[in-house]
């Protein structure tokens, strides 16, 4: 399994840095998120929509779906996509798609794709079976409209964890668990914030994951000026284009 950062920002493009989007290249290529900015960032990076197979959202805010409107589009028009597509994500999906799709671009939402779409929903604690890929999920703290969710994905030899947008729960021990990569989000570094993660906390509890590796993400000013403190615990830090295999 591979990964690369296409885009490690929060909502407010804190840094310069695009908002969240991993792409996962395993026996098919997804985007795990897709903010708002993600096709600028992927194309900043030279990567080619087409190469996608799937879309996996840990929720429903902009800054983590908001370029499906866009993608699709891109699909459809321009880039004259047969290819099929999958969107998958937690309940509520297929509906805040339509309704972003609306607000975009009036009437787009029952526009009859050129290419196959599939819109998937997997409720929180579930298991599901996606583009060659076990999906694992569980509702975590962050109001969204929907369930929020943190991920766990294992193509039967990786295993890449990601946090999605949380304070801190114990929900994240058991998709922590074991993982070759864990993606957290860590908004803030010392100061408690509603909904997010803060660094003074996550350090304390980083070894209960018992992760082979720890990558935090999602990064206000605050944090991103500490990042050494997150590298000195031998945390990896994202960065908009970094590679890593899984």
Known sequence: MKLTVIGSGDAFGTGGRF??????EAAHTILLDCGASTPVALRAQRIDPNVLDGVILSHLHGDHFGG?????????????RERPLVIAGPPGTRARLDA?????????????WRFPLDVVEIAPGEPAELLGLTIRSAEVIHRSG???????LS????????????EWTDAL????QGADLFIVECYEHARLTTGHMTWSV????LADFHARRVMITHMSASMLAHVEDA????VLVAEDGLMLDV
Request: net charge neutral; proline share 8%.
């Open 231 to 234: 590298r000195g615990a031998g």
């Open 19 to 24: 908002n969240t989007c991993f792409m996962v």
């Open 202 to 205: 996550l350090k304390e509890r």
């Open 146 to 152: 929907a369930p929020s969710t943190a991920v766990r």
């Open 173 to 176: 021990l058991p998709i922590g």
């Open 100 to 112: 972003a799709l609306e607000v975009f671009f009036p009437g787009s939402s029952a526009m009859k």
């Open 155 to 166: 193509d039967g030899e990786s295993v890449l964890a990601y946090s999605g947008d949380t």
């Open 68 to 80: 499906l409107p866009f993608l699709l589009l891109d699909a459809h028009l321009p880039s004259r």
